[in-house]
């Protein structure tokens, strides 16, 4: 027998992660689940559903992004998967697609997680900006947290497990296999926090730490 293919078996199958990609910054969580050895998935249509370890829905605009869920016949699908178990994580915008609700904007968008957001809560001055925070469950020391435009996490429900805070504001949480953060750990290049997603959260075995998980420089 060939040995890679040995190799390949002895691995078993690689998990495959789809990332939401209508808009906004898919291409960096894509780049980081291939640096953790993961396969991944475009996700556009109600098909690439299929078959999935996980999904991540990435930053950018949560109105643009709803629109096309719904332009894509892709709403209910995905709200189907995820309330159906498929372990999701929502940055940013995808937080606020994950949210219950929206305190300043009546829009609902996948309403599956018992959480409540103000969108651009950290206002004009404050837009963009770098921050650190220890992160429950991440061995390593701080997290480096790089907000843009973000939401404010400001009611969280019962079942709501708060993971890290900044700023006197939780800007990380989960809810058994749904996971949100205000900030974005693709544009890091730290990659302990996909990496605690997919093993912990979605249960996915990944190829042993590499050179991949390196932190920001
Ligand atoms: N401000 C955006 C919104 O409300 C989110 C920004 C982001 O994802 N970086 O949808």
């Given at each position: 027998m060939v040995g890679a293919a040995t190799g390949a078996l002895a691995a078993g199958p690689r998990p495959v992660v789809g990332v939401l990609a209508l808009q906004?910054?898919?291409?960096?969580?894509?780049?980081?689940?291939?640096?953790?050895g993961v396969g991944t998935r475009l996700?556009?249509?109600?098909?690439?559903?299929e078959g999935l370890g996980?999904?991540?829905?990435?930053?950018?605009?949560?109105?643009?992004m709803g629109r096309l869920l719904s332009d894509f016949a892709l709403l209910e699908p995905l709200?189907?998967?995820?309330?159906?178990?498929?372990p999701a994580w929502g940055t940013c915008a995808g937080a606020i697609l994950l949210a219950r609700s929206i305190s300043n904007d009546s829009r609902r968008h996948l309403a599956l997680m018992d959480l409540e957001v103000e969108r651009n809560a950290y206002g004009a001055q404050l837009e963009s900006f770098r921050a650190a925070a220890p992160i429950a469950g991440l061995e390593g020391g701080d997290?480096?947290?790089?907000?843009?435009?973000?939401p404010a996490f400001v009611g969280l429900g019962p079942g709501v497990e708060p993971l890290a805070s900044s700023g006197g504001k939780v800007v990380a949480c989960r809810q058994g296999t749904m996971v949100a953060t205000?900030?974005?750990?693709?544009?890091?290049g730290d990659r302990r926090f996909h990496r605690w997603f997919?093993?912990?959260?979605a249960g996915l075995?990944?190829?042993?730490?590499g050179s991949g998980d390196g932190q920001a420089a």
């Amino acid at each position: 027998m060939v040995g890679a293919a040995t190799g390949a078996l002895a691995a078993g199958p690689r998990p495959v992660v789809g990332v939401l990609a209508l808009q906004g910054s898919f291409a960096e969580h894509v780049e980081a689940l291939a640096a953790l050895g993961v396969g991944t998935r475009l996700v556009r249509r109600p098909a690439d559903l299929e078959g999935l370890g996980a999904i991540i829905l990435p930053g950018g605009e949560s109105t643009a992004m709803g629109r096309l869920l719904s332009d894509f016949a892709l709403l209910e699908p995905l709200r189907a998967a995820v309330a159906g178990g498929l372990p999701a994580w929502g940055t940013c915008a995808g937080a606020i697609l994950l949210a219950r609700s929206i305190s300043n904007d009546s829009r609902r968008h996948l309403a599956l997680m018992d959480l409540e957001v103000e969108r651009n809560a950290y206002g004009a001055q404050l837009e963009s900006f770098r921050a650190a925070a220890p992160i429950a469950g991440l061995e390593g020391g701080d997290f480096p947290l790089v907000f843009i435009r973000a939401p404010a996490f400001v009611g969280l429900g019962p079942g709501v497990e708060p993971l890290a805070s900044s700023g006197g504001k939780v800007v990380a949480c989960r809810q058994g296999t749904m996971v949100a953060t205000a900030f974005h750990p693709e544009l890091s290049g730290d990659r302990r926090f996909h990496r605690w997603f997919l093993e912990q959260v979605a249960g996915l075995s990944l190829p042993a730490a590499g050179s991949g998980d390196g932190q920001a420089a």
